[in-house]
């Protein structure tokens, strides 16, 4: 049999051909988060995650090599002191105060060239929106010591941590909301550019003043391996969001290894072409003052290769920087079965009834975890066809997963 017309894949996913859609990318997998009720950070959080996430090791997937896993990640509130000393011996910066910069680990090209075609228009639109650079730092990982297969290292990105520090007066949302815009912009201008040949290597995993994203085409045990930062006892937060990933019948990338920015996913979204629908259609009409004349570079709001879980994460995303709470996104995008519940409160059901005209629900099999580094939390489907369990202990941890039993808790 001629394998003439295969497409060649080093990374990412091949475009749409025969039976193969990369719009029907969906993936079952493990979720789950450990937090402080309290908001206490230690790094105890952070090895309770990564054991939580490394018990649903037989959630995710891998592919014929063993050690190339479809996908595991990280999301947890942004250390502060941990960042101030990388700056200090990195670059030799004094970071502001927190809140006052961010922290985004960037995926880019392989290629030398390319990658400083990308930080190069990134340190430009920085600088075009105000903002100031205050360094790149290569982020330290250990492929040899996580055993990282032949397949994800094929695949790998060159992944470089970037740190912007805020224009003087800006608010902490006020530049969450500059760091959005600036983050759409490259993201648009890079990976739409046909000059570069990795363009679509090019993602950011995350750029916040509150929450970090680590993650790749790795197994839940490799993730502490292979980032060395997390590994480091000064590594502290008080939640930290874990997934793994089993991508059934799609195809394993770096960029689409979870947590996306703000949210976890497990199942599918049934719903997901009309869910990008109406959004494409909503953009025409679209307005907010607290993007000023920057709304347009935002769209589209979902990029044409987004899975499901990003589609969702993106418009989750888009909501909260227009000034929406993040309980309020949840509950719009995801609905309770609200219109036969004799025994919803009144309150709450004006509350969907309305706002079923502004959002319809994104529906279908799934348990969603999300943060936004200051509240965490979780959803099923209104029909409730996805496992999470969660319990709080008497020590003020709430632990939440796909399954119980995945972090050891004293029954005294």
């Known amino acids: ?35 402080n009720i309290k908001g206490k950070p230690s790094h105890q959080i952070m090895l309770d995650a990564y054991h939580l996430n490394s018990r649903m090791d037989h959630r995710g997937g891998c592919g014929f090599e063993a050690n190339t896993g479809d996908g595991a990640g990280i999301l947890m509130a942004l250390p502060h ?45 920085i600088s075009e929106e105000g903002q100031t650079l205050l360094g790149w730092r290569d982020v330290p990982i250990d ?42 912009r490259f993201s648009h201008t890079l990976r739409g550019d046909t000059s570069l040949t990795e363009a679509k290597q090019l993602y950011a995993c995350s750029l916040s003043t509150k929450v970090i994203v ?6 839940p045990g490799q993730l502490f391996p292979f980032y060395k930062d ?30 996306n920015r703000f949210m976890s996913h497990n199942g599918e979204i049934n719903t997901l072409r009309g869910n990008v629908n109406a959004m ?38 888009f909501m909260l920087m227009s000034g929406r709470s993040l309980q309020e996104s949840v509950m719009m995008m995801i609905p309770e079965a609200w219109q036969s519940d004799a025994n919803m409160d009144q309150q709450k059901r004006d509350f969907y009834e309305f706002n079923s005209a502004i959002m319809e629900p994104w529906d279908g099999p799934a348990s969603i975890v999300f943060s936004d580094g200051h509240y965490i939390g979780a959803v099923l489907d209104r029909n409730g066809l996805r496992p999470s369990r969660y319990y709080v202990t008497k020590d003020d941890k709430v632990i939440m997963a796909s399954e119980v039993g995945v972090v050891h808790v004293d029954p005294a």
């Open 1 to 35: 049999m001629s394998n003439d017309n295969r497409v060649p894949l080093k990374f990412g996913f091949p475009p749409k051909q025969g039976l193969y859609d990369p719009a029907q990318e969906k993936d079952s997998c493990g979720v789950g988060f450990v937090a």
């Open 81 to 125: 002191s941990f960042f101030s000393e990388i700056a200090s011996k990195s670059f030799g910066v004094t970071l502001p105060a927190a809140g006052q910069y961010a922290v985004g680990n960037i995926f880019l090209p392989q290629v030398d060239a390319e990658r400083e075609t990308c930080r190069t228009t990134i340190n430009r639109i």
């Open 143 to 184: 492929a040899v010591g996580a055993d990282v297969g032949p397949a994800a290292l094929a695949a790998q990105p060159r992944i470089e941590q970037l740190f912007i520090g805020a224009a003087e007066g800006l608010s902490q949302e006020e530049f969450e909301r500059k760091l959005y815009v600036i983050r759409k």
């Open 214 to 219: 680590y993650k790749g085409m790795l197994t």
């Open 230 to 259: 997390l590994m480091s006892p000064k590594f502290e937060t008080h939640l930290a969001m874990v997934h793994s990933r089993f991508s059934t019948n799609t195809f394993p990338s770096w960029d689409r290894a979870q947590p």
């Open 280 to 317: 494409v259609a909503r953009q025409g009409t679209a307005k907010t003052d607290v993007f000023g004349d920057k709304l347009e570079s935002l769209f589209p709001v979902i990029d044409a290769d987004c899975s499901d879980s990003g589609s969702f994460d993106a418009v989750l995303e």
